[in-house]
């Protein structure tokens, strides 16, 4: 059983940026494929970004295209998403999701193991 463990969330007035940090408990973590996720008030969780194992390649959503950045270090057992240019849109809690299948994750239904979240509060 592998434990992820996010942190970075933070209240921030728009335009700030931040940087949300997921760390895997094994070495294990290194093999899944990894996504970023949101979920705000009243929401589903959504997909933000993934990186593919293979590739490097990364994907985003469309509401944050070009504002956020995936990026992963295997050293490190980590895997994280600077956010840049915040509106208050972006409020949400954040997860860190691993998936046994495949080289990326976008869909929260194919996530195997989830992280408690990081809040983060966008203010205009």
């Known amino acids: 059983q592998v434990h992820l463990l996010e942190s970075g969330g933070d209240w921030v007035q728009t335009g700030g940026s931040l940087t949300l940090s997921c760390v895997g408990s094994e070495r294990f973590f290194n093999s899944l494929a990894v996504g970023w996720f949101r979920q705000g008030p009243g929401k589903e969780r959504e997909f933000v970004a993934t990186i593919s194992r293979s590739t490097g390649r990364t994907y985003y959503s469309d509401p944050v295209k070009g504002r956020f950045t995936i990026s992963r270090d295997y050293s490190k057992n980590a895997v994280y998403l600077q956010m840049n240019s915040l509106e208050p849109q972006d409020t949400a809690a954040y997860y860190c999701?691993?998936?046994?299948?495949?080289?990326?994750?976008?869909?929260?239904?194919?996530?195997?193991?989830w992280g408690q979240g990081t809040q983060v509060t966008v203010s205009s």
């Open positions: 999701g691993g998936s046994m299948r495949g080289n990326s994750v976008s869909n929260p239904d194919d996530v195997n193991y």
